[in-house]
């Protein structure tokens, strides 16, 4: 493997995800390195950072930690479009900077190292499927790199749901549908209709809040909510994936180009005869030009038969 053109891709994708330069000047200061290969003590990874060693400043280690656990967070946040990107370059793993030698005990000395993994099976799944799906007629969907999100709505690009989660997960409905009920008895009680009205709306509103979050476990794929996103943007998914430990939600978006006028085709909610389906839509004709949705294939198909699927084939063919 080529860890230094995958180092540079790594780097590439969370540039242009809009992640701070500091958040992940580890992997830049890892280029300057002429071996990738060899490991890496606290004393290699200060020097190519340029901050003291740490034999020197005892302050040094703990930032190279800081770096290293801020990396680690960046790497799993953006993980589907690093592993896209790595794919689309020819590349069957990521990499990563792991401690493969704890310090301690017996003199000895951590020791870091560029390490490979292969792609997770669900993340592959996700973005290569539609390489094999060429057809004519067919929008070919790929994972987009998501816009800057606003601060509330980034803790939930990628949320993993194990352990004391999957818990707080499961009873925190409950704890929306449970916990106004006797308040409103009270307040009926004692006739507070205002207090009662105001419980009541503030339960209304926290369900529809959280409602999507368990609707997409059903459905493997839902439209995001709006208020997860910058307001210039219109168009995210939220997309479900199994886990070793549990289960992980991912905002995400994916796009194609229309194969009637060229035009970029987003994911909506289906409306009409679609309803209750997410489609693929072209921006530029947005009542005709429908495709299906598939987040598993990657392929959509033309919703309005019969018509452009021959013209398209004649044009293609002749």
Known sequence: MNKKRALELTIEVLRESGVSKNKYQLLVALLKSSDLEKGFTYSDLAQLLGIKDPAIEDSSKQKIKR????????????????????????FEQIIKIENIQKGGGAGNTAIFSLTSHPFNAEDKSIFDTGFQNQRVGAVHYSLEKIEKLPLWGRPFQKVKID?????????????????????????????????????????????????????????????????????????????????????????????????????????????????????????????????????????????REPGYSELLKSVRLS
């Open 67 to 90: 770096q290293l656990k801020t990396l680690d967070e960046v790497q799993n946040e953006q993980s589907l479009i690093i592993a896209k990107k790595l794919f689309e370059s020819g």
């Open 163 to 303: 352990g004391w989660k999957k818990g707080a997960y499961i009873a925190l409905p409950l704890a929306v549908g449970l916990i106004p009920i006797p308040l409103m008895i009270l307040f009926i009680i004692n006739s507070e209709w205002i207090n009662f009205i105001a419980a009541a709306m503030s339960a209304t509103m926290l369900f529809k809040v959280i409602h999507p979050f368990y609707t997409v476990l059903d459905t493997g794929v839902i439209k995001s909510p709006q208020w997860l996103l910058p307001l210039r943007m219109a168009h995210a998914l939220l997309i479900t994936k199994k886990t070793e430990t549990g289960r992980e939600l991912i905002l995400t978006q994916y796009k194609s180009l229309c194969p009637i006028c060229e035009g970029q085709v987003h994911v909506v909610d289906g409306k009409h005869e679609f309803k209750g389906r997410l489609i693929g839509q072209c921006e530029r004709s947005g009542r005709e030009h429908l495709f299906s949705f598939d987040h598993i294939t990657k392929v959509g198909f033309p919703l």
